[in-house]
């Protein structure tokens, strides 16, 4: 099964296995990963599931963020930067096996 690294704000990484098909707030919610926190479900209308992709997956992790999407992130916390998606978004595949992404100090 693919895995999935959450980096917190501290530095602490979590190895998670999340299945295909699934997305990758709701992978951080099912094993304990407190940096998601993934108010409203994945409804794309809370933006407490604020991440950073890594560098490396940014342009792997499916389609970009749509419109409603981005105008969300506004609402974030924390910093805003390219590289932020809201988890809930983000749905696994097999290809993405090692997916990293780091969470924001904060999602309130
Ligand atoms: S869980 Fe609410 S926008 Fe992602």
């Known amino acids: 099964m693919p895995t999935v690294n959450y980096i917190d704000a501290d530095g602490t990484r979590h190895v998670v296995e999340v299945p295909p098909g699934e997305n990758v707030m709701r992978g951080a919610l099912y094993n304990n990963v407190t940096g998601i926190v993934g108010e409203c479900g994945g409804g794309l209308s809370c933006a407490t599931c604020h991440c950073y992709v890594d560098p490396a997956w940014t342009g792997r992790v499916g389609p970009p963020a749509s419109q ?3 105008d969300l992130l506004q609402a974030a916390a924390c910093e805003v930067r390219p590289n932020s998606r809201l988890s809930c978004q ?16 904060t999602q309130y």
């Open 90 to 105: 983000i749905v696994m595949t097999e290809a993405l096996d090692g997916l990293t992404v780091a969470l924001p100090q």
């Open 68 to 70: 409603d999407e981005r």
